[in-house]
T-cell receptor, first 113, second 112 residues
């Protein structure tokens, strides 16, 4: 089945610094999703990318899907304390006509105010 | 609140006991998923229902685990003869299509 690997596992930044997390797959992905999980919370959907080379922005967050559809990144510009949490990439993995969402290990972001 | 609801939020049980968790998905969602998450890890897929049919079950799910979704509405996840290794957060999610999955708050299981 599909697997997605994420790096780094942890990232600590000063407030105002930028942050990037990367997601890689050995197989071509049909789509990639990003979720955010606040400490003590549950994963919350941020965005889905489906097209090769796609770039989407949400305020200070920029999401990219690689040309080969095997990698993706999430970049946060000028981090704020509200950005604290774990960011997961995930992909829908087709299996016998069904679909399951496979998650990466996540990147935990902590911020020094 | 019309989101995904899970009950209980926390469960402490003694090793060897059986536990059952409930998930109420968003009402119009036909797809329902169970995941398990341990500290510092991403959610691990356990099982998937489309309506009342259980279409996939992870190899992670031993024979002690069973899930049901009668009438394609709420779902239950039962763990028999719990072991300490079962301690984790059990997350339920639902979706209407293969786009956004909506997660519940989870049930945190502690086996002592």
């Amino acid at each position: 089945g599909q697997q997605v690997m994420q790096i780094p596992q942890y990232q600590h930044v000063q407030e105002g610094e930028d942050f990037t997390t990367y997601c890689n797959s050995s197989t071509t992905l049909s789509n990639i999703q990003w979720y955010k999980q606040r400490p003590g919370g549950h994963p919350v959907f941020l965005i889905q990318l489906v097209k090769s080379g796609e770039v989407k922005k949400q305020k200070r967050l920029t999401f990219q899907f690689g040309e080969a559809k095997k990698n993706s990144s999430l970049h946060i510009t000028a981090t704020q304390t509200t950005d604290v949490g774990t960011y997961f990439c995930a992909a829908w993995d087709p299996f016998r006509g069904a679909q399951k969402l496979v998650f990466g290990q996540g990147t935990r972001l902590t911020i020094n105010p | 609140d019309t989101g995904v609801s899970q009950d209980p939020r926390h469960k402490i049980t003694k090793r060897g006991q059986n536990v059952t968790f409930r998930c109420d998905p968003i009402s119009e969602h036909n797809r329902l998923y169970w995941y398990r998450q341990t500290l510092g890890q991403g959610p691990e897929f356990l099982t998937y229902f489309q309506n009342e049919a259980q279409l996939e079950k992870s190899r992670l799910l031993s024979d002690r685990f069973s899930a049901e979704r009668p009438k394609g509405s709420f779902s239950t996840l039962e763990i028999q003869r719990t072991e300490q290794g079962d301690s984790a957060m059990y997350l339920c999610a639902s979706s209407l299509d293969v786009v956004e999955a909506f997660f519940g708050q989870g049930t945190r299981l502690t086996v002592v």
